[in-house]
Protein backbone atom coordinates (compact mmCIF):
# COMPACT_ATOMS: atom_id res chain seq x y z
CA UNK A 1 0.00 0.00 0.00
CA UNK A 2 1.31 3.61 -0.44
CA UNK A 3 -0.26 7.12 -0.66
CA UNK A 4 -1.60 9.12 -3.27
CA UNK A 5 -0.53 13.10 -3.53
CA UNK A 6 -3.78 14.64 -3.15
CA UNK A 7 -2.90 18.49 -2.71
CA UNK A 8 -1.57 21.50 -0.80
CA UNK A 9 -2.94 23.07 1.94
CA UNK A 10 -1.26 26.31 2.94
CA UNK A 11 -1.23 27.30 6.58
CA UNK A 12 -2.74 30.95 6.89
CA UNK A 13 -4.04 33.35 9.58
CA UNK A 14 -6.47 34.55 7.18
CA UNK A 15 -7.41 31.65 5.00
CA UNK A 16 -9.62 33.78 2.29
CA UNK A 17 -7.11 36.30 1.61
CA UNK A 18 -4.52 34.40 1.16
CA UNK A 19 -6.67 31.94 -1.02
CA UNK A 20 -7.49 35.18 -3.18
CA UNK A 21 -4.08 36.11 -3.69
CA UNK A 22 -2.81 32.80 -5.56
CA UNK A 23 -6.08 32.56 -6.86
CA UNK A 24 -5.63 35.28 -9.10
CA UNK A 25 -1.68 35.16 -9.32
CA UNK A 26 -2.78 31.10 -11.07
CA UNK A 27 -6.13 32.52 -12.76
CA UNK A 28 -8.18 30.37 -10.65
CA UNK A 29 -11.42 30.94 -8.71
CA UNK A 30 -12.02 30.84 -5.03
CA UNK A 31 -14.81 28.08 -4.11
CA UNK A 32 -17.74 29.35 -2.83
CA UNK A 33 -17.98 29.48 0.79
CA UNK A 34 -14.75 30.49 1.38
CA UNK A 35 -14.12 32.04 4.86
CA UNK A 36 -10.96 32.97 6.47
CA UNK A 37 -10.80 29.51 8.40
CA UNK A 38 -11.28 27.73 5.08
CA UNK A 39 -11.26 28.68 1.62
CA UNK A 40 -10.37 26.29 -1.47
CA UNK A 41 -9.40 27.53 -5.08
CA UNK A 42 -11.46 25.60 -7.69
CA UNK A 43 -9.61 23.43 -10.74
CA UNK A 44 -11.08 22.29 -13.56
CA UNK A 45 -7.67 20.79 -15.44
CA UNK A 46 -6.71 18.07 -13.23
CA UNK A 47 -4.62 20.28 -11.38
CA UNK A 48 -3.53 19.55 -7.67
CA UNK A 49 -5.78 20.33 -5.07
CA UNK A 50 -4.89 23.89 -3.40
CA UNK A 51 -6.84 24.31 0.07
CA UNK A 52 -6.10 27.36 3.08
CA UNK A 53 -6.60 26.51 6.45
CA UNK A 54 -6.49 28.77 9.37
CA UNK A 55 -3.88 28.45 11.68
CA UNK A 56 -3.23 30.56 15.13
CA UNK A 57 -0.93 32.43 14.66
CA UNK A 58 2.07 31.33 16.97
CA UNK A 59 1.03 27.85 16.23
CA UNK A 60 3.18 25.17 17.26
CA UNK A 61 3.63 23.24 13.97
CA UNK A 62 2.65 26.22 11.53
CA UNK A 63 4.77 25.54 7.85
CA UNK A 64 4.18 27.62 5.09
CA UNK A 65 2.28 25.02 3.37
CA UNK A 66 2.06 21.18 4.00
CA UNK A 67 1.40 17.84 1.36
CA UNK A 68 -2.08 16.03 1.69
CA UNK A 69 -1.80 12.64 1.53
CA UNK A 70 -5.32 10.27 1.03
CA UNK A 71 -5.12 6.68 1.58
CA UNK A 72 -7.98 4.29 1.79
CA UNK A 73 -7.49 3.06 5.00
CA UNK A 74 -6.93 6.09 7.68
CA UNK A 75 -5.22 3.79 10.66
CA UNK A 76 -3.29 1.21 8.66
CA UNK A 77 -1.77 4.04 6.67
CA UNK A 78 -1.15 6.49 9.43
CA UNK A 79 0.56 3.51 11.27
CA UNK A 80 2.66 2.59 8.06
CA UNK A 81 3.70 6.51 7.94
CA UNK A 82 5.32 6.16 11.78
CA UNK A 83 7.15 3.27 10.91
CA UNK A 84 8.64 5.00 8.19
CA UNK A 85 9.57 7.68 10.54
CA UNK A 86 6.65 9.83 10.74
CA UNK A 87 5.34 10.96 13.92
CA UNK A 88 2.10 11.69 14.57
CA UNK A 89 0.94 15.27 16.39
CA UNK A 90 -2.95 15.00 16.23
CA UNK A 91 -6.12 14.05 14.54
CA UNK A 92 -9.23 15.59 13.71
CA UNK A 93 -12.28 13.75 14.17
CA UNK A 94 -16.38 13.85 13.47
CA UNK A 95 -17.36 14.03 9.66
CA UNK A 96 -13.79 15.63 8.35
CA UNK A 97 -11.14 13.20 9.32
CA UNK A 98 -7.77 13.26 8.95
CA UNK A 99 -4.33 12.41 10.81
CA UNK A 100 -1.65 15.46 11.66
CA UNK A 101 1.33 13.63 11.28
CA UNK A 102 5.78 15.49 10.60
CA UNK A 103 7.99 13.65 8.78
CA UNK A 104 11.69 13.00 10.57
CA UNK A 105 12.87 16.60 10.04
CA UNK A 106 9.67 17.86 11.90
CA UNK A 107 7.78 18.94 8.52
CA UNK A 108 3.88 18.82 8.81
CA UNK A 109 1.67 16.98 6.53
CA UNK A 110 -1.89 15.60 6.39
CA UNK A 111 -3.12 12.60 5.75
CA UNK A 112 -6.65 12.38 4.74
CA UNK A 113 -9.30 9.22 3.84
CA UNK A 114 -10.22 8.93 0.32
CA UNK A 115 -13.76 10.20 -0.74
Do not use: C, I, K
Amino acid sequence: MASTFHGVTFDAYDAQAVARFWGAALGRDVAPGATPEHAELLDHTGAPRLVFDRVPSGGVVRNALHLDLVTTDLESESERLVRLGARRVGAVGGTARWVNLTDPEGNAFALLPAA
